[in-house]
């Protein structure tokens, strides 16, 4: 099809250059498939990045929204909507610890949510509240612990390789250079450790004035790093010790990503965090982020002991589009199918199942594959550039996701080095079988040692 002006021409004349994109001109998608403006089918394993859960058009969601568009879309937060409430209790119902919800529209607005939140709880609160099941969720206050004049509390312990968002907050908690450089000054008030090591969280949770400790419990745009369950149960310990909030950054690892509601039950299920953050596939594809925040009681400094939840009150936060009734009405419908299709379970067999067929490949360029779920890493070797014999300048990890492009296989770069698989969560075994085979021939067809 020859459009005029062609697409890459609108988007070199009108479109801010943020983005490096690869030539690839979408027009329509189905299920684990999209097809570009000349008709040219491609597998897509990157399912947005870790957004399209249930694939492109899935008949219940697009029936869903077609009914809702027909009845209520938007009607700002000024009013109650039905909507809204069921899908908040749905996600409180995932999380499995009493709590509440916020929404908001994209990953790095819920952490900005989550950001609001440590510093409501610095700022206006002594810590957790003490009760009678020591200090955690559920007990009865047995006795007041608020001071106004303790020291405040400001600090956010977040991990190097981490990836939190782009905006202000967000590049200032995401443990990258890269996305900070121009950026100065950054906001304050995040330290950031090495990832995984809990000698250096032990060591944070002791700084003056710190408060909260986020982290991805699989870091994702790092290049597919889960946690150790180790960890996670010790950072709750240091958390509970020091009454720090335990924040998990679940936007792309959550809801059913690693075959599992929450990324960390995968992981550590006896783990609990205090907030967490949602995005990417929430909806399938509808822009829409959120945060839970649990019902733990905290003690306020003015003496008032109220559930975390509460903090952020009328007033303290807010956003025109969060929660409309008709993105929750597809996030609903969203959350429904991972269920009556047991997506979860499918997520887990399809992500052991692409592993191993990865590693039966015993390719020579790939230095290691991993996942959790359907999120696949597949690290490339160090020299790969000098091997292969690369374009100067270009990264080994772009340079093998635009050969798949060319062979009909979408992915998603992670760094220099790194290809993630991200596929949909009701993918099939014959679409990893064909995404293997793709990636199989392009490795086949590198230069040889
Ligand atoms: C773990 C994590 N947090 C936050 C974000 C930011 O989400 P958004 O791009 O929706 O703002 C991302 C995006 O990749 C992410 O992977």
New binding site residues.
């Given amino acids: 099809m020859s459009l005029s002006p062609s697409t890459l021409e609108l988007f070199d004349q009108y479109v801010i250059p943020t983005y490096g994109r690869f030539g690839v001109r979408l027009a329509r998608g189905s299920g684990c498939y999209v097809w570009d403006e000349d008709g040219r089918e491609y597998l897509d394993f990157g399912a947005g ?2 957004v399209t859960s249930l694939g492109h058009c899935h008949p219940r969601v697009v029936e869903r929204m077609r009914r809702q568009l027909g009845e209520l879309v938007h009607t700002s937060n000024l009013y109650y909507t039905r909507q809204q409430g069921e899908l908040a209790k749905r996600l409180v119902e995932i999380v499995g610890a009493p709590g509440k919800i916020f929404f908001c529209n ?6 900005e949510a989550l950001y609001k939140l440590s510093r409501k709880f610095g700022n206006e609160a002594n810590g957790f509240a003490r009760t009678s099941s020591g200090n955690a969720a559920g007990g009865v206050v047995t006795g007041g612990n608020s001071n106004p004049d303790a020291p405040l509390r400001r600090g956010i312990i977040t991990m190097n390789g ?6 202000l907050g ?1 590049i200032a908690a995401t443990g990258q250079d890269k996305v900070k450089k121009g950026f100065e000054p950054m906001v304050e008030g995040f330290t950031h450790i090495p990832f995984n090591d809990i000698t250096s969280l032990e060591d944070a949770a002791e700084i003056p004035g710190t408060v909260a400790v986020m982290l ?1 419990p699989v ?3 790092g290049g597919i790093y889960p946690v150790s369950a180790e960890y996670l149960r010790r950072a709750r310990a240091l958390c509970d010790r020091h009454s720090l909030l335990l924040l998990f ?5 959550g809801l059913g990503r690693t075959g599992d509601w929450n990324g960390w039950d995968t992981l550590a299920p006896d783990v609990k965090p205090d907030a967490v ?1 949602w ?2 596939g929430i909806a399938g594809g509808f822009p829409l ?1 959120a945060i839970w925040v649990s019902s733990r009681l905290v003690q306020m400094r003015n003496g008032e002991v109220k559930p975390l939840c509460d903090v952020l009150g009328p007033g303290s936060h807010g956003t025109t589009f969060g929660g409309t009734p008709l993105i929750c009405a597809g996030a609903l419908e969203v959350l429904s199918i991972i269920e009556d299709e047991h997506l979860l379970e499918n997520a887990r067999n399809q992500g052991v199942y692409a592993v191993n067929a990865l590693r039966a490949l015993q390719s020579a360029w790939v230095r290691e594959v991993r996942g959790v779920g359907l999120m696949l890493g597949i690290e490339l070797v160090a020299d790969f550039a000098t091997r292969g014999g690369l374009p100067a300048g270009k990264a080994p990890s772009i340079y093998m996701v635009e050969r798949l492009h060319a062979e009909g296989l979408l992915t998603i770069p992670s760094g220099t080095h790194i290809l993630r698989w991200l596929p949909p969560l009701n993918v099939q075994t014959a679409d990893v079988d064909k995404a293997v085979r793709i990636l199989s021939s392009v490795l086949a067809s590198l230069p040889s040692l």
């Fill in positions: 990045i870790a994209s990953g790095a607005e819920a952490n981490s990836f939190h968002g782009r905006t967000g991805e870091q994702g745009e950054d679940e936007v792309q690892c953050s995005a990417k982020g």
